[in-house]
């Protein structure tokens, strides 16, 4: 894995997991057009090494994520970038549609406007009883239009666009039978949750999820012919045979 400092996140890997948390309190974490390319490159290299099991997703100070921080995306001049990595223009519900191996949000303060990326972004969501959810951008005379390709994939479209209407904090409760939340850090063990990715093939979680991110871009009747081929091309890999190997 490459180990490069990052200017607005924090990566640390430890044993099978890989960590990724926000790393911009003073300003509520919200992300700048560098934050979205650091994330993209801590992501690819999690993608890249078979070592990484699960990644992990937090946030520093006590709010998660206050959204795209608009400023620098209108001027990128008050954004500070990067060097050492690629900076390119791309959404971060992009990035996280291109993750391939599970996520896990661990969320201890409020989630905000873009946040909402992160965490119809990530596989699992687990997060403290009280926090809060809040899509404001109606307020400010604009709609979420990036957050709705990320909702669709957790809700149905009336839902989706309820949400995008009501402007006010929502709690964590309403947040779960929404379908963004799957449970409270108070009630659950992480630890032990986390355990179960341990030893779980790489190979094939990548093909699963890759087979899953281009599943709805495939006409209905050729669905399962595009997924024996994904079966296919999984069982003949190195790690498949391998671990057959083992078995016999």
């Known amino acids: 894995m490459q180990a490069i400092k990052y200017q607005y996140i924090k990566v640390n890997k430890m044993d099978f997991r890989m960590e990724v948390i926000l790393a911009r309190p003073e300003k509520r974490n919200a992300f700048t057009p560098t934050t979205v390319n650091e994330i ?12 990484v099991k699960v990644v992990v997703f937090k946030a520093e100070g006590p709010v998660f ?32 549609a291109g993750l391939y191996k599970p996520s896990v949000a661990m969320v201890e303060g409020n989630v905000i406007a873009g946040a909402f990326l992160i965490i119809a972004g990530c596989t699992y969501v687990f ?8 899509l404001p951008e109606l307020n400010l005379g604009i709609f979420p239009f990036q957050v709705m390709a990320s909702l669709i994939k957790v809700m ?56 899953a991110r281009g599943l709805p871009s495939v006409a209905s009747e050729q669905r399962y012919g595009f997924l024996l081929k994904s079966l296919h091309e999984l069982k003949s890999s190195e790690d498949v045979k391998n671990r057959i190997f083992r078995k016999e």
């Not at 993209?40 to 070592?51: G, I, L, V």
């Not at 400023?71 to 990595?85: G, R, V």
């Not at 309403?174 to 030893?199: N, P, Q, S």
């Open 40 to 51: 993209a490159h801590a992501f690819q290299n999690a993608n890249d090494d078979d070592s």
């Open 65 to 96: 994520c206050a959204g795209m921080d608009l400023k620098t995306f209108e001027n990128e001049d008050l954004d500070i970038s990067n060097p050492l990595i690629e900076n390119k223009r791309i959404s971060l519900g992009e990035v996280f």
């Open 127 to 134: 997060c403290s009883e009280n926090v809060q959810f809040r």
């Open 156 to 211: 149905p479209e009336k839902k989706m666009l309820q949400l995008c209407l009501h402007t006010d904090y929502f709690s964590a409760r309403e947040a779960m039978e929404y379908g963004l939340v799957d449970g409270f850090l108070e009630k659950i063990d992480t630890e032990g949750f986390l355990a179960k990715f341990k030893d779980i093939s790489s190979s094939a979680v990548v093909a699963g999820f890759k087979a």
